[in-house]
């Protein structure tokens, strides 16, 4: 049974960071399309960040672009989301999502309906 398990996430104050790991058993993460995701409570699940499965093509939600950096390492087979300038907003359970290698476009690799596979979250709080 494939399964993502994302790590990384805890209480952090307001400009601290954190880095959040996404890796996988039965599935090997180089051969996908990697993103996060978020959700708030009462709020829709909302596009983080996502790193293609070739050519490691990034692509950035605009509420964390120039903070937030998504990157892979192949080796150990997990994908990394690191999270600095963290501000309140930023508050929500972080989802890791795999969909297996194709061409996508960007609005394509936004939605979440693109992802076949999810991971269960980790949670992040950022205090004021």
């Known amino acids: 049974q494939v399964q993502l398990v994302e790590s990384g996430g805890g209480l952090v104050q307001a400009g601290g960071s954190l880095r959040l790991s996404c890796s996988a058993s039965?599935?090997?993460?180089?051969?996908?399309?990697i993103g996060w995701f978020r959700q708030a409570p009462g709020q829709e699940r909302e596009f983080v960040a996502v790193?293609?499965?070739?050519?490691?093509?990034?692509y950035y939600g605009d509420s964390v672009k120039g903070r937030f950096t998504i990157s892979r390492d192949n080796g150990k087979n997990t994908v990394y989301l690191q999270m600095n300038s963290l501000k309140p907003e930023d508050t929500a359970v972080y989802y890791c999502?795999?969909?297996?290698?194709?061409?996508?476009?960007?609005?394509?690799?936004?939605?979440?309906?693109?992802?076949?596979?999810w991971g269960q979250g980790t949670q992040v709080a950022v205090s004021s």
């Open positions: 999502a795999a969909v297996f290698g194709t061409f996508l476009t960007r609005q394509a690799m936004g939605a979440p309906g693109t992802y076949r596979y």
């Open positions: 039965r599935l090997p993460l180089s051969n996908y399309t």
């Open positions: 790193i293609s499965w070739i050519g490691a093509y990034t």
